[in-house]
């Protein structure tokens, strides 16, 4: 006989854990779906120390370990399974995870955002160590630092220009020779004096042992390798979204689930969304967690109107 619950969550940032902790204290008794990959984009950053509560800093992995553990300790059940098949044709909904099944009233999505990365020698092994997809996250560690940002969107010349807050020069790399982003976002990028621009160029590896200690460039014009030093490399190429599982029954835009705000009511009554899954604006650890309390509490308000 299939498991049916009142709430079954997708995902473990800290907009899930947030969903959890607020279901189970509302006595839901919830049932998480962590994913393989646990945890979300905080499992990659070292220091936090832009969420509240913590003047010391904590490592992002701590922070997420400890709020699995509150919602634990309030009965949410945690499983580190992925979710393989959700039907929202249904009700009650269908969720999958391997040869598992469980059917649920109400559905929280908060399966994140993945960074888009270069895939390039040396990036893997030095994220955290000076390879950061999160300038607000990360750049206040690069005080008086040379810093390269890749990209040339929007989210290129935003990242760009805050880091220079930090860093004693920043210089964008670009693979053609003129930015996608708007007129007004790349006007306030090339007047600052701080600033540098590298065209028609693309990034071949990262260098460094312990820390990064450069860039090997390749123009992609002459097809000329160099290294370029820098204490950081911040990727600005963009975020996937973990929604491929909703396409065709949940409304999508640019792969994001679009949210009823303020609420967090997505196309299909009793499916709820929060954190990255939803955001191409903020992107913060605390605006994830707010929205995974808002998708617990409108939850919660679906069943108890009867669920409709």
Known sequence: MTDERNVVILGSGPAGFTAALYAARADLEPL???????????????????FPGFPGAIMGPELMDAMEKQAARFGAELLHQTATRVDLSDRPFGVRAGDQEWRTRTLIVATGATAMWLGVPGEERLRGRGVSACATCDGFFFRDRELVVVGGGDTAMEEATFLTRFASRVTIVHRRDEFRASRIMQGRALADPKISVIWDTVVEEILGEQAVTGVRLRNVRRDQVSDFPADGVFMAIGHSPNTSLFEGQLELSNGYIVVQEPRTST????????????????????????????????????????GH
Request: net charge negative; glycine share 14%; aromatic share 6%.
């Open 267 to 306: 196309s299909v009554p009793g499916v709820f969304a929060a954190g990255d899954v939803t955001d191409v604006v903020y992107r913060q650890a605390v605006t994830a967690a707010g929205q995974g309390c808002k998708a617990a509490i409108d939850a919660e308000r679906f069943l108890a109107a009867g």
């Open 32 to 50: 998480v779906l962590k994913g393989l990959d646990a945890g979300g984009q905080l499992m990659l950053t070292t220091e936090v120390e832009n």
